[in-house]
């Protein structure tokens, strides 16, 4: 039996599908670091951390997203992502990212705050300097 090259991987976020096919590769990074999939991949159950998602769709094409939190599973030959904001870099507005990193940092520097909202304040501030440095191409 002949062992496939490609599989199948869905993209979702709260607004909905993002992405839905059959791919030769999945890249991207875990919260403890970079993770390459191909097919027949051994099963994964990962959280994820904000930086560029790349489906390698054919030798030719490979579609790329800036990708938020989240977490992804890999089963039976298709992997699932359940993103907080999936984007094409293009689509990346640097001046508003901008304003929403200070906005976080502005949290984290105030008064007191608690620990929630510290936490919520950090993944903020990870997330707007991965989509930055992607909307800027570092």
Same mark, same amino acid.
């Given at each position: 039996m002949a062992t496939s090259?490609?599989?199948?991987?869905e993209v979702l976020t709260p607004e909905g599908e993002v992405f839905s096919g059959d791919v030769l590769q999945l890249s991207t990074?875990?919260?403890?670091g970079e993770i390459g999939v191909l097919a +027949?991949?051994?099963?994964v159950l990962a959280?994820?951390?904000? +930086?560029?998602l790349r489906l390698k769709v054919s030798d030719s094409e490979?579609?790329?997203?800036?990708?938020?939190?989240?977490?992804m599973q890999i089963?039976? +030959?298709?992997?699932?992502?359940?993103?907080?904001?999936?984007v094409p870099p293009s689509e990346l507005d640097a001046s508003a990212i901008e304003a929403e990193q200070a906005e976080a940092q502005a949290k984290l520097d105030g008064p007191e705050i608690g620990d929630a909202a510290r936490k919520l304040a950090q993944r903020d501030l990870e997330r707007t300097s991965a989509f930055l440095a992607l909307a800027r191409g570092e």
């Open positions: 090259t490609t599989f199948s991987v990074r875990t919260v403890i +027949n991949h051994v099963p959280a994820l951390k904000p +930086n560029l490979t579609k790329v997203y800036a990708q938020s939190h989240g977490m089963f039976a +030959n298709h992997a699932q992502l359940l993103l907080e904001e999936a």
